[in-house]
């Protein structure tokens, strides 16, 4: 931050942390080919001719997403009750959140189906569906549509200055990443309820921390806390924030402290859902 503090407002704008330069902060030869083979392998799985395939069950003229419950379910008309005229008013109300030059190659595509899909733990609660658009029959995308709900720091920091929530996780997003989806955008369902729309894979890739020895954790630690600077650099004064950190250990310090006790935090919580599972009271399925 330090540094950021020092660069140029448009310096840092326009800072990007690439490959490249991941693979720099990586010591060992051989975690630096373990790392770029992963790269590939998610590269190879975004493409259309992998996630198709996958995803896609050909019944009839169109195209369909393939049920595989509990993870991916077409709702019955008694669940979602007027649904086929949400789809269209939530996808014109998307369209119309994206930037006008964005617009021209999404009009190419025509809508096919959309399916709920359960995803990770951060959205536990909340709807999230996958919906199927084609150009012609060998190009597809597939657009991830996720609920966003009040930020939990309203009652702290204030209501959002957007009316729409899923507004708010996209401008967030455009804020503070160098590189986001450009078919990200926002809308509004049935029910008064808020989403953001990307993607469904755009080569995201996470790391594997479970097999990570002290200087491969360390080394993530670094990249970690880079790209976190980065980001509040591009959205915020990062000569403020430098100095508010000071050159003591003190905020160092308070951040370890704090996440010893989120991690404890974790397992207390994650000892009382496996303990829910034993005991009957809530049901789990497992994705294997």
Request: some cysteine.
């Amino acid at each position: 931050m330090s540094n950021y503090g020092s660069m140029r407002v448009l310096d840092v704008w326009y800072d990007a942390i690439s490959l490249k330069q991941v693979l720099k902060e990586v010591e060992r030869e051989q975690d630096r080919g373990r790392i770029a083979q992963r790269i590939e392998k998610a590269r190879a799985k975004s493409t259309p001719e992998f996630v198709f395939p996958k995803l896609v069950e050909e019944q009839g003229v169109v195209p369909r997403i393939a049920d595989d419950p509990p993870l991916i379910f077409h709702p019955t008309a008694e669940q979602t009750p007027e649904l086929e005229t949400g789809y269209r008013e939530g996808f014109a109300t998307y369209r119309e959140s994206l930037p006008e030059h964005i617009r021209a190659p999404f009009d190419r595509f025509a809508f096919c189906d959309l399916a709920v899909k359960v995803v990770g733990v951060g959205s536990v609660g909340t709807l999230c569906a996958v919906a199927l658009f084609l150009a012609h029959d060998d190009d597809p995308i597939f657009l991830q549509i996720k609920e966003a709900k009040a930020s939990v720091l309203e009652p702290y920091a204030g209501k959002s200055l957007h009316e729409n929530h899923g507004q708010r996780v996209v401008a967030g997003q455009r804020l503070m990443q160098s590189a986001s989806d450009i078919f990200l955008g926002w809308t509004k369902g049935a029910s008064d309820r808020h989403f953001y729309i990307r993607q469904l894979r755009d080569a995201k890739i996470s790391a594997v921390v479970e097999g990570f020895d002290l200087g491969l954790m360390q080394t993530y630690a670094r990249l970690c806390a880079w790209a976190l600077a980065r980001a509040h650099a591009r959205s915020g004064y990062p000569g403020m924030i430098a100095g508010y950190m000071g050159a003591s250990g003190t905020f160092d310090d308070a951040i370890g402290e704090f996440a010893m006790e989120y991690a404890d935090q974790n397992e207390r919580d994650y000892r009382g859902f496996v303990t829910a599972i034993k005991e009957g009271r809530i049901e789990a399925a497992a994705d294997v």
